[in-house]
């Protein structure tokens, strides 16, 4: 089990944990190359490891009792309804290039050998250092000669990958081809980590959301009584008045986690917040909205909670955030869903049973809107010698068996199926699924466009340095978008008209238009 530390970035951690959560229960599969058709295992017998009990660890296995039931829908399984022997017959002795972090080299290599017994397709590994995986990989796409056939990265970074033509734009003829269960996707993951300009570019990989998590024995005094996740903090104002209580409370525990470090993280809680009240980051001729009412709203709930805030706030990313929460310090979290799922592993946390999941708080005249923040995707490269095994190979490693066990792991790799959160054996094991996945129905995201990544770094530095109290809230946000401007011009917006149409882009920012609440 990899274990996040304030040195390592969320980016690469959910590298790592992907390989490594496949390769827990690949280890015990059979081990042959894979050469002609004839020269393969039994497809049956290799389906057949993929499994609770080859893939799960075994300390979660005895803590939750779990039998080797599935925690998926096997009709929804692909690589359990996908005809192999076809596979074979048209792949088997080819191969596939696939670019991953250099740190995770072997464990990849690992976890994808069920694959190469299955398909016949050998996997080549080709390894790029982690602190510069971006830099490398666009590199290599101007190039013209990218050394890949695929790869899987940050999913924020996905309109700078395919806006320049990267990435192979076709994937939906293999989706039809291979019968690829693409509609079992929660909308917001497979429209904002799938598609760029209206084609299909990706397949999502791991596929987050951001919650907001309370300790029970803490809060539950405060409130009066047991938690009801809808209903007892139904507001934002109620979470800075409970919060600001807690932080009164001493004992070494704070009143709130928050993420407020420069760059992308305090981007991240803005855009959290914002979106519950009604935060549209662009008008349809692509002028940024970020001093609108819904914008300067969440400055003001953020400037509130900060003083409720655990000390060190102001350099708080996701694994400062991650380790406060799991050590107890804090009396509720805005996290990520693992927040919730590795709260419940006694060899991560502290607070087993002493926390729950809430439905998101709501801003008066706001939306519902839980935020689908960061995660990463597969895509296959425009140049790919070999696309159609290289989105075999992708459909593989984000197939919902395999993603199912990795939220079992408790990884950091989330599931984006309806079948997997639906599925009540695994929402025995993932505190948070329920909750999850009523509102993923509702999420709001923000575009995968060229030089996102770049604005939401920049407009991240301008909140931190309003939450030090170097500049106003207001400042803050009228800084970063005018940073926001001069980035999307770069990046070829100008006169309402830019790399990707408004009209492609609309329906995945915000999926719960018109839907009754789940609560």
């Not at 419940?344 to 729950?356: A, C, E, G, L, Y």
């Not at 809107?369 to 995660?375: C, D, L, V």
Request: contains cysteine; proline residues 5%.
């Amino acid at each position: 089990m990899t274990i996040l530390t304030t040195g390592v970035s969320r980016r690469r951690f959910l590298r790592q944990t992907a390989v490594l959560g496949l390769a827990a229960g690949a280890a015990s599969s059979l081990r042959v190359p894979a050469f002609a058709q004839s020269d393969l295992p039994d497809i049956q017998s290799i389906l057949d490891k993929i499994s609770v009990k080859d893939y799960v660890r075994e300390d979660y296995r005895k803590l939750y009792s779990m039998s080797d039931e599935p925690l998926w829908d096997p009709a929804k399984d692909w690589i359990r309804t996908v005809n192999w022997e076809q596979v074979r017959s048209e792949q088997a002795g080819k191969t596939v290039r696939f670019a991953v972090g250099a740190a995770d080299q072997e464990s990849a290599a690992e976890g994808l050998k069920p694959f190469e017994q299955l398909s016949g397709i050998k996997v080549e590994l080709v390894p790029i250092p982690d602190d510069s995986f971006y830099d490398k990989a666009v590199s290599e796409f101007i190039s013209g000669n990218a050394s890949f056939d695929a790869l899987q990265f940050f999913s924020p970074w996905l309109g700078d990958f395919a806006g320049p033509g990267f990435l192979y734009d076709d994937l939906g003829e293999f989706v039809e081809k291979w019968k690829l269960p693409l509609d079992d996707f929660y909308d917001t993951y497979r429209l904002n980590y799938g598609y760029f300009g209206g084609k299909l570019v990706g397949i999502p990989f791991d596929c987050d959301i951001q919650m907001v998590h309370l300790r029970k024995s803490i809060m539950e005094k405060i409130l009066g009584g047991p938690i009801d996740r809808a209903n007892s903090v139904p507001s934002y104002d109620e979470l800075i008045r409970i919060t600001a209580e807690a932080n009164k409370l001493g004992g070494g525990v704070s009143g709130v986690g928050l993420m407020a470090a420069r760059g992308f993280w305090a981007t991240y809680t803005w855009e959290h917040i914002a979106a519950q009240a009604g935060l549209k980051l662009f008008d349809d001729q692509w002028n940024p909205q970020l001093t609108s009412d819904a914008g300067m709203k969440a400055m003001e709930i953020i400037m509130a909670l900060q003083k409720n805030a655990i000390e060190g706030v102001s350099g708080a990313g996701w694994g400062e955030n991650r380790a406060a929460w799991l050590g107890g310090q804090v009396a509720a979290n805005i996290s990520w869903q693992d927040s919730g799922t590795q709260a419940m592993r006694p060899d991560q946390s502290k607070i087993v049973d002493d926390f729950v999941t809430i439905y998101e708080p709501r801003i008066s005249g706001g939306v519902f809107a839980p935020p689908n923040i960061a995660g990463s995707t597969s895509c296959v490269a425009a140049t790919s010698q070999n696309p159609e095994g290289a989105f075999l190979m992708l459909a593989f490693l984000t197939t919902s068996s395999i993603m199912a066990m990795n939220e079992a792991n408790a990884n950091g790799v989330a599931p984006g199926y309806r079948s997997v959160l639906a599925n009540e054996r695994l929402r025995a094991v993932s505190q948070p699924a329920k909750v999850w996945a009523d509102s993923l129905e509702h999420a709001w995201c923000a575009p995968r466009l060229p030089g996102m990544f770049e604005m939401e770094q920049a407009l991240g530095n301008e909140i931190n340095r309003a939450v030090t109290g170097q500049i106003s809230a207001k400042e803050a946000l009228e800084n970063g978008q005018k940073a926001w401007k001069s980035i999307m011009e770069k990046n070829g917006f100008s006169g309402g008209n830019g790399p990707v149409a408004y009209a492609d882009v609309a329906p995945g920012m915000y999926v719960g238009g018109g839907k009754a609440l789940p609560f």
